[in-house]
């Protein structure tokens, strides 16, 4: 599994370095690590919209996202 580690960063950052990952590698499961709350809607949102589905768990401050291709 790839892991894109987005913490740190604000909207829409985050969302843009998944959308980059996913053009050079087309994972089938890619984990996501953010600690930015708007990021979490815009990479689900995205998830939806292009093929994959899309889990969420929260730890403290931070999420782990996971994508997987349908």
Request: glycine share 4%.
């Amino acid at each position: 599994m790839v892991t894109v580690d987005t913490r740190g960063f604000s909207c829409p950052v985050p969302l843009l370095m998944v959308q980059e990952e996913i053009k050079k590698t087309d994972p089938t499961q890619l984990a996501v690590l953010t600690d930015a709350p708007c990021a979490v809607e815009n990479i689900q949102r995205f998830a939806h919209h292009n093929g994959y589905d899309f889990t969420a768990l929260e730890s403290g401050d931070e999420w782990t996202l996971t994508l997987r291709k349908k």
